[in-house]
Nanobody, 122 residues
């Protein structure tokens, strides 16, 4: 399974970006799919998610500024980021909720893609 996030970049505060996510290599419709960011000293946390039925959920910090969308039941998800703030600067990842895992020698490990860097200048 491959998790490919793209669309990040450098933008000034108040600007916008649109992130794209394609999860390939699986015949399963992942439900839900979320966008995560890395919290310093903690595990990656989801900031927005969307179900197969298109029902979104948002974290408090992005509510009203970010919009998540999905191509039907496909594992293709977008994140429209508006009114960006310097504190939004981070690497953003997409994954299922909970994250997809790989099993090796009986041990489960969360499986992540490389993410996409979002940098917001003040």
């Amino acid at each position: 399974v491959q998790l490919q996030a793209s669309g990040g970049g450098l933008v000034q505060a108040g600007g916008s970006l649109r992130l794209s996510c394609i999860i390939s290599g699986t015949t399963s419709n992942i439900n839900p799919i979320g966008w995560y960011r890395q919290v310093p000293g903690q595990e990656r946390v989801p900031i927005a998610s969307i179900s197969i039925g298109g029902i979104p959920n948002y974290g408090y910090s992005v509510q009203g500024r970010f919009t998540i969308s999905r191509e039907g039941a496909e594992n293709v998800v977008y994140l429209q980021m508006n009114s960006l703030k310097p504190e939004d600067t981070d690497v953003y990842y997409c994954n299922g909720i909970p994250p997809l895992v790989v099993v090796s020698d009986g041990t489960e490990t969360a499986h992540w893609g490389q993410g996409t860097q979002v940098t917001v200048s003040s």
